[in-house]
């Protein structure tokens, strides 16, 4: 009934682990496999060890999350031990990679393709410092530059670049990555930058003073991306933001998603998220009489 093949990964379920939120290393992301989830993401890894953001970086607030985790990461270089972990995990590992240039993005795809990552997602939401820190995936132009760049080194490993919502017109964007090589569409990560401010305290909550917003308040803008894209492009799209239970799960496939992230729902429901949403999904499919999920991808369009 939920069987899913994306790009080639075959999936129990359509349901997968968003890029740094819980599977911060391979023994939670083998966990979150077992638990249920289709598909796990790696946290986005970059050219060198970085230290993320001071704490706070993560707060809930009434309608989600606000995170400045500020991309943390051991570096390419130190990863092999992880991936290496990850060879028995229960089901398809996604690597997530990110770079502040073009060249540091192809570098780290280079540095990880020969531990053979079911599928690279390409983070390309954070900032070019070859352009004044213009976020990559917010031109069209710019994002297929990476993509394409991205796809020379890769060979047959499936790419997949991960959008922002910041962008204005979310599916050029889509479509000039697809042409540029993209093999599916990732979409979206946070909205923002947000701001949460502690009247007592009178002052802002996150050390970074500024963060992503992901969770509930996020959903209508991930499905109206997803729905866009969907025209845009023929690939596979990944569409998350906001999933919190099946029936968001069901309404991001009619939106046009083959694969359906979850990420800040891990906060309100633990790592059973996965097979929770799984489940709520079946039990609409069997009211409504659906009985596969390929049945709906894209119904919401006319
Ligand atoms: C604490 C936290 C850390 C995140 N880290 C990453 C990251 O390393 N790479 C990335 O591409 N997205 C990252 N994201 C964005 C999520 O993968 C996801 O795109 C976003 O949260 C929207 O989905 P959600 O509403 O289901 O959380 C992070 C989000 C959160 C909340």
Not at 205 to 213: D, E, M, P, S, T
Not at 217 to 233: D, M, N, S
Not at 272 to 298: N, P, R, Y
Request: hydrophobic share 45%; charged share 20%.
């Amino acid at each position: 009934m939920l069987e899913t093949d994306f790009c080639g990964l075959k999936m129990k379920n359509p349901t997968v682990l968003a890029s740094g939120v819980m599977g911060c290393n391979a023994a939670l992301l083998k966990r979150v496999a077992r638990e249920g989830a289709g598909a796990v993401t790696m946290k986005s890894i970059g050219p060198k060890e970085k230290e993320g953001h001071k704490n706070p970086t993560v707060l809930e607030w009434e309608h989600g999350l606000i995170n400045a985790v500020g991309l943390p990461t051991a570096g390419y270089k130190n990863a092999e031990k992880e991936f290496k972990e990850l060879e028995k995990c229960k089901s398809p590992v996604i690597a997530s990679i990110y770079g502040s240039s073009i060249e540091e993005f192809t570098e780290v795809a280079e540095g990880i393709i020969g531990f053979e990552p079911a599928m690279i997602e390409i983070n390309i939401s954070c900032p070019n410092t070859k352009r004044e820190g213009q976020i990559f995936g917010t031109s069209p132009e710019v994002a297929a530059e990476v993509v394409k760049a991205v796809a020379e080194v890769c060979g047959k490993i499936p790419i997949m670049p991960k959008l922002t919502p910041q962008a204005n017109n979310i599916a050029a964007v889509a479509a000039a990555c697809e042409q540029a090589g993209a093999n599916a569409i990732c979409a979206i990560n946070t909205l923002g930058p947000g701001m949460v401010i502690d009247a007592d305290a009178r002052k802002p909550v996150l050390a970074n003073k500024f963060g992503g917003v992901s969770g509930p308040a996020i959903k209508p803008i991930a499905l109206r991306c997803v729905y866009q894209i969907y025209e845009a492009v023929s690939v596979p799209i990944l569409g998350l933001g906001g999933i919190s239970n099946g029936r968001d799960a069901i309404e991001m496939a009619m939106a046009g998603a083959t694969a359906i992230g979850v990420g800040s729902a891990t906060f309100y429901r633990g790592i059973e998220a996965f097979k929770l949403i799984s489940d709520e999904m079946k039990t609409w499919m069997k009211e409504q009489g659906v009985k596969s999920i390929k049945e709906i991808v894209g119904a919401a369009h006319d």
